[in-house]
């Protein structure tokens, strides 16, 4: 069945890091793939997203490129900053996916320190 | 902001009480669906409305009953809950339910505690 796989957490980093989550996916169909950002207390937000291979989403200094030939959809940012501390989940959804379910990996918490 | 707004923000109740849960959202969008999250896992989802008509139930218990009064409104009844129901629950809404790639759009959602 459909699947996503992240990196296990946690990730802990000082301020100005380099960023990397990985994620990779199984899927029947051509999905759309997601990551969504979970703050402390808050729900999930639309952190960014890309609809077909060799698409970059990017928004607040992350970026993540669609790769097809790896199935893999890997979250980067050059350089984190504590308010960047949260649970981060990488998902896909696709065309005839019935009910058009988000399937999320299990999600990596990150953690930056000053 | 979130363009989706759940009431209330926290909410305890005990196992006899009945308590509802609300959600609503002004993009316009037709499929609106009801997730558990429990603590740093991905949510879960339960209920899945389509213009207005529920059509998918994950096998969700009967002490859990969605409403969806208006294609801006969702409500998530609850009745003689268990200590395991304690979570936080989220709405979210998205374009359509089928034939779509579009994300979905979360609420901060309510964090339940059943005593």
């Known amino acids: 069945g459909d699947s996503v796989t992240q990196m296990e957490g946690p990730v802990t980093l000082s301020e100005e890091a380099f960023l990397t989550i990985n994620c990779t996916y199984t899927a029947t169909g051509y999905p759309s793939l997601f990551w969504y950002v979970q703050y402390p207390g808050e729900g999930l937000q639309l952190l960014l997203k890309?609809?077909?291979?060799?698409d970059k989403g990017s928004n607040k200094g992350f970026e993540a490129t669609y790769r097809k030939e790896t199935t893999s959809f890997h979250l980067e940012k050059g350089s984190v900053q504590v308010s960047d501390s949260a649970v981060y989940f990488c998902?896909?959804?696709?065309?005839?996916?019935?009910?058009?379910?988000?399937?999320f990996g299990q999600g990596t918490e990150l953690s930056v320190k000053p | 902001d979130t363009e989706v707004t759940q009431t209330p923000k926290h909410l305890v109740m005990g196992m006899t009480n009945k308590k509802s849960l609300k959600c609503e959202q002004h993009?316009?969008?037709?499929?609106m669906y009801w997730y558990k999250q429990k603590a740093k896992k991905p949510p879960e989802l339960m209920f899945v409305y389509s213009y207005e008509k529920l059509s998918i139930n994950e096998s969700v218990p009967s002490r859990f009953s969605p409403e969806c009064p208006n294609s801006s409104l969702l409500n998530l009844h609850l009745h003689a809950l268990q200590p395991e129901d304690s979570a936080l629950y989220l709405c979210?809404?998205?374009?359509?339910?089928?034939?779509?790639?579009?994300?979905?759009?979360f609420g901060d959602g309510t964090r339940l505690s059943i005593l």
């Open positions: 890309a609809t077909k291979a060799d």
């Open positions: 998902a896909l959804r696709y065309w005839g996916n019935q009910g058009g379910k988000l399937i």
């Open positions: 979210a809404s998205s374009q359509e339910a089928t034939g779509s790639n579009q994300p979905q759009h």
């Open positions: 993009m316009g969008h037709r499929a």
